[in-house]
């Protein structure tokens, strides 16, 4: 395959600024060292100019990027190519290889080539339209680049992110490759293609009887079982732009996907539909008579509105078959998964723990940061937590002054916030989120491995249920995830009392389950860390405890419950005594109330800087530790005194200052200007 000097993926015939050129050899026994090629500067900045506000691209992208490689195509054999939209890596960032379905272009991730170009080095694999290689040596090409990459960095893992018809290609490369560290992201793998029913005996048939007829609608047909153009009616009119842009938008977009459906059933004869469809049939086989072979790390996508392949339940074997399989369900998307503006695949990695640059996950190192609308996604189904209770946030300053928000808190990390956790961890919502508004901090949450991972499958909720807190920075605790907390300064959000004290009994609200040892505080004192102690009390304002384990142990059937779920779950503090150790897992059943307030009080931070030598004796840090669960205590008090203050604590209170002040205002509080 011919190379091309001026920045173009494809032959002199047919260059296209967007992408770079991935340079192979045509042969499948060998590859060449692939070489980049320059670009233009002005084209980059123009693809940036036709982004969204944080950074992706959209379905208009995607429709008129396709078109471009298909009209400019020169028909020759499958290539790689990289966007060129795609951000600066990070150091050491893995390589993702991208496998599409079987209309083979290679654009199907342009929704996310602003977000994964950050943290991957992405290779697009582009099969023309016209190209008639067959499975297996699609799949020795795919298998030579990633033989190749593996042997230049051996110790870094390689994605395939396939979807469709390019989840079989992956699979099979992973069954050939038992021994390369690969980790397979596939959506709507077509694995189920045998159960779909775009079967070659039922379509083909059609395009002999009417050939002109079908050739031209199947397109559209496809298009519109994918989901793709009402997908853009929905993504636009969810933007709320004024009516006039709307329209515009809607008039574009429709330009768009008309152009993509014409230039593409031009191209879809009845022969290239034959073979296709043969292709499919032939790599859903080939794949599943090797899924025993596969050892890969897998992911799969599935969505619930695929018109075109089972593919909630082909999720569902492939988890059963493969040994280290993971899936989640999308459940109002349709079947190009990837192409959908609600999906956010970089998210995903991060929530479901699949994104590692070496061998293992690292849970500080390989972290990824929400981007603003990602926040956003995570934060809107808990936005009803701050709602319903207004939260009062109160901060100590250095001088002892109480104020209200998180002046208080240091910007600079690193820092260990210690507190109470209120029944079912109700105040997290609203601290995390807080945190994040008011002062752009990402709180680190010390968080229970069972949020992480199960011993079994069983009654516990799927890993799936926890993806938003690992979305927002939660870390199972460890001693040495402590450690790299420490040292990359993070604030970080520890409950001493954990799961005990978040699934206290009736009677116990807002008593301390703390462990006699003094397990942070050494820790704080080798890194200089800051420790703020705070409270947090409401939980009695929202809901009243009805049974709780006491109560549910003396019935057969709930007891039954607790003791497999406890025996799902991972253990903790085995070796410690007292209530404490008590680890059982259960669900209490709560009454709701009509909702109070919620109220957080900070204490005033305690320095360990300069203090390593000293609380390297356990006197001391003892000393220190028995300080801070004092201070702990002592903010509960303070603020279940203060409450009984407040106007507002009543939530028809605040709606009613709410109706004369604007629903914006802030709604006033008990007198805090008094030390507690």
């Known amino acids: 395959m011919s190379g091309t000097g001026n920045g173009g993926f494809l032959s002199p015939a047919g260059i296209s600024p967007l992408f770079r050129h991935r340079d192979t050899s045509t042969t499948v026994q060998q590859l060449r060292p692939f070489r980049r090629f320059s670009v233009f500067a002005s084209?980059?900045?123009?693809?940036?100019q036709k982004s969204t506000k944080d950074g992706r691209l959209t379905l208009k992208d995607y429709f008129e990027q396709s078109v471009e490689l298909i009209t400019r195509s020169d028909g020759g054999p499958p290539r790689w190519f990289t966007p060129l939209d795609c951000g600066s890596r990070l150091h050491d960032s893995p390589l993702l290889f991208y496998l599409p379905g079987v209309d083979g272009v290679g654009t199907g991730l342009v929704l996310h080539h602003e977000r994964l170009g950050n943290i991957f080095d992405i290779w697009c694999f582009h099969i023309p339209l016209s190209d008639r290689t067959s499975f297996t040596d699609l799949v020795k090409l795919v298998e030579s680049a990633v033989r190749l990459e593996y042997s230049r960095t051996p110790n870094r893992p390689i994605y395939l992110v396939a979807e469709s018809f390019g989840g079989c290609l992956a699979l099979a490369v992973a069954a050939r490759n038992p021994h390369i560290d690969l980790i397979l992201i596939l959506a709507n793998p077509a694995t189920?293609?045998?159960?779909?029913?775009?079967?070659?005996?039922?379509?083909?048939?059609?395009?002999?009887?009417?050939?002109?007829?079908?050739?031209?609608?199947?397109?559209?047909?496809?298009?519109?079982?994918?989901?793709?153009?009402?997908?853009?009616?929905?993504?636009?009119?969810?933007?709320?732009?004024?009516?006039?842009?709307?329209?515009?938008?809607?008039?574009?977009?429709?330009?768009?996907?008309?152009?993509?459906?014409?230039?593409?059933?031009?191209?879809?004869?009845?022969?290239?539909?034959?073979?296709?469809?043969?292709?499919?049939?032939s790599a859903a086989a080939f794949a599943n008579s090797r899924l025993h072979a596969v050892k890969a790390q897998t992911l799969i996508l599935a969505s619930g509105q695929d018109q075109l392949l089972p593919s909630r339940e082909e999720a569902e074997r492939l988890r059963q078959v493969l040994p280290k399989c993971e899936i989640r369900v999308f459940d109002d998307s349709g079947h190009a998964l990837f192409l959908d503006e609600d999906v956010r695949l970089v998210s995903i990695l991060n929530g479901a723990s699949f994104y590692r640059r070496g061998r293992r996950h690292d849970y500080v190192l390989d972290y990824l940061p929400p981007s603003p609308s990602e926040f956003q996604k995570v934060y809107q189904p808990q936005r009803w937590v701050e709602a319903a209770t207004d939260p009062v946030m109160l901060s100590t300053l250095e001088n002892g002054k109480i104020v209200r928000g998180l002046a208080g808190i240091p910007s600079q990390g690193p820092v260990l916030y210690v507190g109470y956790h209120m029944m079912l961890g109700l105040e997290l919502a609203p601290l995390v989120t807080r945190f994040w508004k008011e002062r752009n901090i990402l709180l680190r949450g010390i968080a229970h491995p069972m949020m992480f991972t199960k011993l079994r499958e069983g009654k516990l909720p799927p890993l799936s249920s926890f993806d938003s807190m690992r979305i927002m920075g939660a870390v199972p605790v460890s001693a040495p995830n402590f450690y790299r907390l420490f040292s990359s300064k993070s604030h970080v959000l520890l409950y001493p009392g954990g799961m005990r004290e978040a699934l206290h009994r009736k009677g116990e609200e807002y008593k301390l389950f703390w462990p006699e040892q003094s397990e942070f505080v050494r820790m704080a004192a080798k890194f200089g860390a800051t420790i703020i102690p705070f409270g947090s009390v409401g939980e009695d304002d929202i809901s009243e405890l009805l049974l709780d384990y006491n109560d549910l142990m003396n019935i057969p059937y709930f007891k039954n419950s607790i003791e497999e779920l406890t025996d799902e779950a991972v253990k903790l503090r085995g070796g410690t005594?007292?209530?404490?150790?008590?680890?059982?897992?259960?669900?209490?059943?709560?009454?709701?109330?009509?909702?109070?307030?919620?109220?957080?009080?900070?204490?005033?931070?305690?320095?360990?800087?300069?203090?390593?030598?000293?609380?390297?004796?356990?006197?001391?840090?003892?000393?220190?530790?028995?300080?801070?669960?004092?201070?702990?205590?002592s903010c509960l008090d303070y603020l279940r005194e203060k409450r009984e203050n407040d106007p507002y604590r009543n939530v028809f209170a605040r709606l009613t200052y709410n109706a004369t002040h604007g629903f914006d205002a802030e709604v006033p509080t008990f007198d805090f200007t008094k030390s507690p």
């Open 577 to 633: 005594v007292g209530e404490v150790s008590n680890q059982d897992v259960h669900l209490p059943i709560l009454v709701p109330k009509v909702p109070g307030r919620f109220y957080y009080l900070f204490g005033k931070p305690i320095e360990t800087i300069g203090r390593k030598e000293e609380l390297k004796s356990r006197e001391k840090a003892d000393e220190l530790y028995r300080q801070v669960k004092g201070e702990v205590e």
């Open 43 to 48: 084209t980059e900045k123009q693809h940036r």
């Open 192 to 281: 189920s293609f045998s159960r779909s029913l775009l079967q070659p005996e039922t379509l083909l048939p059609f395009s002999t009887m009417m050939p002109d007829q079908f050739s031209s609608s199947l397109p559209y047909l496809l298009s519109l079982l994918t989901g793709s153009p009402l997908k853009m009616v929905t993504a636009a009119i969810g933007k709320r732009l004024p009516l006039e842009q709307l329209f515009g938008k809607l008039f574009h977009d429709t330009i768009a996907v008309s152009s993509y459906l014409s230039v593409l059933s031009d191209a879809l004869t009845a022969e290239t539909l034959r073979w296709k469809l043969d292709m499919l049939k």
